[in-house]
C-alpha cells in the first residue's frame, strides 16, 4: 500500500514527538511507538541535502528506519525532516524522496548549530526571506506529499517573522511548527508563547506550537494560551517519554513513586530494544546516560542522577534502575 493513500489532515489537538538529532532514530521511535501509541505523530531528525550528487536509496530509506519504512501506517504518522542551505542540492534529494513516495516532508528552519549555521543551513535561512522563498517553492513544486517547515521566529531578531509565516502559506507549506525563540537566543530565555499565538492569527495552514512545555498540564496550557492546532514536546517528551499517555488518561499530577516506576519500565524496555539490535554494552551505556540527563533532570532526583551518570558499566548502570 501506498502510504500517501493514508495521508489526512492533522487533527486538532494532536500531540507530535519533536525531531531530535541523535535521540530519535529507528531504533527510538520504535520504542515509543509500542510503548506510547498515544504520541500522535512523531518526527526523524534532521537528514542534511547532499553538498553534492545525491544519496542512494538505501541512504535515504535508513534514515527514515528500514523497518518502519515498510509500515504505511507509520510512515504517515512520521515527518521525514531534512536540512538544506542554498549550495545544497536540495531539489535532487527532494526528487528522490518524492520518488520513494515519503508521505510527509519537513523543512528545518530552526537548527541553530553554529556548524550548521555556518554553511548557510537551519536556523540562518531565516535571516532574508528573498532567496528562501525560492527555495521553498522548488521543494513544493518537486514533492507532492504533505509540506511542513519547522521554524524559530528569526535568527538574531523576530523582523521577518510575520513575513515569514505569510510566505511559508504563500507558498504551499500546509504545517509550521512555531519554537518561540530566535537563534540568537538559543535555549537561554524561555520560550515565547506569543509568537505561536500570532502565528495561529495569521496563518490559514495549522500551527504547532514549539517550546518549553516540560509538564503534562503545559500542553493545556499551551492549548489555551496561544490556540495551536497541535502542540510538539521535544526535551520534555525525553523528560517524561511517555508524556502524551498522560495527557490522554488525564493524568496530570505524577507522583514520584509513578515516575520511577514508569522510568524503570522504560529503561528496562529501552535496554532489550538496544540489545536486540547487537548494540555494544558500550553503546547501551551511553544511550542510557544521555537519555537520564534528561529524565532525572530534577532537584529530587539529583543524587540518583548522579549515581547513574558515574557508573561506569552498563551492568552498574542498570543495577542502579533495577533498584527503582
Ligand atoms: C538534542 C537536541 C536535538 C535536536 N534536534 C533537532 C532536529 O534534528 N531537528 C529539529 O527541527 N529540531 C531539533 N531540535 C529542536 C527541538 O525539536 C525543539 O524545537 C526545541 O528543543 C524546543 O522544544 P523543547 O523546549 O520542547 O525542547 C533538537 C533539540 C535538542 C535539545
Redesign the pocket.
Known amino acids: 500500500m501506498n502510504a500517501r493513500t493514508l495521508l489526512k489532515p492533522i487533527p486538532k489537538g494532536s500531540v507530535f514527538f519533536?525531531?531530535?538529532?541523535?535521540?530519535?532514530d529507528e531504533t527510538f521511535r520504535k520504542l515509543i511507538l509500542r510503548l506510547y501509541p498515544e504520541w500522535d505523530f512523531l518526527?526523524?531528525?534532521?537528514l542534511r541535502a547532499p553538498a553534492a550528487g545525491r544519496y542512494p536509496n538505501k541512504h535515504l530509506i535508513k534514515h527514515f528506519g528500514k523497518e518502519l519504512f515498510l509500515d504505511p501506517q507509520i510512515q504517515v504518522k512520521t515527518m521525514y525532516?531534512i536540512?538544506t542551505a542554498y549550495t545544497a542540492f536540495t531539489k535532487e534529494l527532494v526528487s528522490d524522496l518524492e520518488k520513494l513516495q515519503i508521505p510527509w516532508l519537513?523543512l528545518?528552519l530552526?537548527?541553530p548549530a553554529a556548524r550548521v549555521c555556518g554553511h548557510g543551513g537551519?536556523s540562518s535561512l531565516l535571516k532574508d526571506l528573498k532567496p528562501l522563498r525560492p527555495l521553498i517553492r522548488e521543494i513544493r513544486e518537486n514533492f507532492t506529499g504533505r509540506f511542513s517547515a519547522?521554524i524559530?521566529v528569526g535568527f538574531n531578531d523576530d523582523k521577518n517573522f510575520e513575513e515569514c509565516i505569510h510566505m511559508l502559506n504563500e507558498e504551499g507549506v500546509e504545517l509550521i511548527?512555531v519554537?518561540g525563540?530566535t537563534r540568537e537566543q538559543l535555549?537561554k530565555e524561555p520560550?515565547n508563547w506569543k509568537y505561536i499565538k500570532r502565528a495561529v492569527e495569521i496563518s490559514k495552514v495549522p500551527i504547532v506550537g514549539?517550546?518549553?512545555?516540560?509538564e503534562t498540564n503545559d500542553i493545556n496550557r499551551m492549548f489555551e494560551e496561544t490556540g495551536c492546532h497541535a502542540v510538539?514536546?521535544?526535551?520534555?517528551?525525553?523528560k517524561s517519554p511517555w508524556m502524551a499517555q498522560d495527557y490522554r488518561n488525564g493524568n496530570f499530577f505524577e507522583k514520584e513513586k509513578e515516575r520511577l516506576e514508569k522510568m524503570k519500565h522504560f529503561f528496562t524496555e529501552f535496554r532489550a530494544m538496544l540489545e536486540e539490535q547487537n548494540i555494544t554494552s558500550r553503546g547501551v551505556m551511553k544511550q542510557s546516560k544521555s537519555l537520564a540527563r534528561y529524565m532525572l533532570a530534577t532537584e529530587s532526583m539529583e543524587n540518583l542522577r548522579r549515581k547513574l551518570l558515574l557508573s561506569p558499566t552498563d551492568k552498574e548502570f542498570f543495577a542502579v534502575i533495577e533498584q527503582l
Not at 18 to 24: F, N, R
Open positions: 519533536a525531531p531530535l538529532e541523535g535521540i530519535t518526527a526523524c531528525d534532521f525532516q536540512l519537513d528545518n530552526g537548527c537551519g519547522k524559530r511548527t519554537h525563540r535555549y520560550a514549539n517550546g518549553d512545555i516540560w510538539m514536546v521535544a526535551r520534555g517528551a525525553l
